[in-house]
């Protein structure tokens, strides 16, 4: 156990996952289980949540669930992986404070990840950003240190956060003296998925994005609006699939078929309708164990608490024993306990 390394990654619980997420994340993680070399940590970080949604304590905890019910479904095991919830584990906020002396507000505006969310949160913070939303790299600097994550497997757009961390270690370990490990992020090799109407990127704002959690009729339904070659009107039409969503989609869902399906798009032998009925049979059929799983836990409350809790308890020891650390470092060991 001791030389083991750990990896630590999360979500904020603000809505239920898609399958971006599960080709760009969650594939990964299930992966990264059969690997015996490192113990693994999946937080999901309800705190982090608030920061933008503080005035939406339901939505967040009706979406703690949702997530935890998403990583379940899809294979991510507890017997493999410890899931717990961020705001359980106290030593998190306590780290956060210590680790806020170890930043400027300069730096902290400066993140582009940080700068990127503002701008899109206009609405939320008006001309002022709030203290806790513009330290939240603070905080996640906290959840990766506190199980000593040396390994963050993230997508690209965290990066900024994980440099971030990495600048608050070595300060911290340079000021107290050598105490925290410095994380590295892993890419996950997986490439990002557009969403339906075309756009780069699948998302829950952009409702253009299919959850893993969708009925088979809700699949149907987005995937019959789905964006197609907009130069073709009628069937016999030749099409051109680099231009349609339908036949991108085919390219993830139906491997086999694709190449059939582009070759006969572009000889004007296939219909769009029927194009799209077969990609929303193939995505139903792919998805039906994630469902089925779902269904399970779904139906299983006491063991979804069961889990949170069990894993909450390990996370805890963890992040203790950190503390513990650090504050010995920092000279605020004040009493044995
Ligand atoms: N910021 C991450 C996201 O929005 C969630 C997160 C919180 C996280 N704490 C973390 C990810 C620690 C990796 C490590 O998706
Ligand atoms: Fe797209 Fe299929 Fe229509 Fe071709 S036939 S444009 S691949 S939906």
Redesign the pocket.
Known sequence: MQNKKRS?????PTGRLHIGHYFGSLQSRVKMQEDDSIERFV?I?DV?ALTDNFNNPQKVRDNVYQVLLDYLSVGIDPEKTTIFL?SMIPELAELTVYYSNLVTLARLERNPTVKTEIAQKKDLFGESVTYGFLGYPVS?AA??TAFE?EL?P?GED?LP?IEQCREIVRKFNSIYGETLKEPKAVLSSNKRIKGLDGNEKMGKSLGNAIYLSDSEEEITKKVMGAVTDPGRIRKDDLGNPDVCMVAYYHGLFSKDEVEKICEECRAGKRGCVDCKKQLAKNIIEALRPIREKRKYYEERPELLEKILKDGTKKAQEIAKETMRKVKESMKLNYFDE
């Open positions: 630590l990654t999360g979500d904020r937080m970080a982090q961020q996640q959840d990766i994550g963050v993230v965290q956060l």
